[in-house]
């Protein structure tokens, strides 16, 4: 134990002579990035979408300078008299706030400057997705919607489009739960091949609200036979939000021959009726 504190003592010791040996020229000169808030570029119609990039990773000359929340101001310190920023998009990983990840499917947003000191330069954050993105789910339950593959083979409520409520465009994804009928399994109607995903990379995301719980998951097909495999449930909430889900684990094995995205909507609370809406799901991979 006494070696251990003579050794801290040391260290401690080291950095503060280090510290002191600094005079104020060398002390690294900052300049700012003031981060707006940032926009998603929808794949096919070219609008602005839904998402909840929640920081930005920035990179300056090749090296990580840290993550900052957006919309918001980073503090960077002047590298070399000209400076290659990229920005990523930032996420919630399974909507967990300790699993922060960048979305691999969101181009970097690049950035070239010869920063003066204590400057502050705007920066917009207008993603797209990458060019190697495969939806092969893009749901936005405007109409007829994939969501209709009977799983659990019962005859009570189903996903079905409604104008009550969306996230965005004219309609959403809804389902009406009971005490009678408090449970519903659905998949798409269209299958995934074994060896689609050439890269593993695999995510779901989409919009959710309303009262229940929801469930994200896959049915793989093997042989002729379907296994479910869940990998989040999420409570519903009173406002609209967005989530990303990682499927690559569940997609990476070749454990399967085809497999389809499913939705679960299970009842809780003690109102007599329970709904549920989604939109704009989308199975994202490369």
Known sequence: MKSFKLLLINILIILGLTSCGLGDSEKPIPFFLDLKSPQVIEPIQNIPGTHKITEAWVFADGQIQGLFPVPGIAPLHLINEKTEIKILAGIKNNGMNDNPVFYPFLKEVPLVLSPEPNKTYEVPLNFS?????????????????????????????????????SRTGLKSGMVVLTNSNNFIEVATETSVQRGFNSRGESYVEFDYKGEGEVAVGIAKSQNGFFRVEYILFVPAKSDWNHIYVEFTDKI?????????????????GNSAESKIYIDNYKHVHF
């Not at 990476?252 to 809780?268: C, E, G, I, R, V």
């Open 129 to 165: 997705y990458t060019g190697g993105a495969k939806f092969s789910v893009n749901e936005n339950f405007e109409g007829n919607h994939l969501f209709t593959f009977n799983l659990d083979n019962k005859t009570g409520p189903k996903l079905i489009s409604t104008s009550e409520q």
């Open 252 to 268: 990476s094995p070749n454990d399967f021959d085809s497999y389809k995205m499913l939705l679960a909507f299970t009842k809780t």
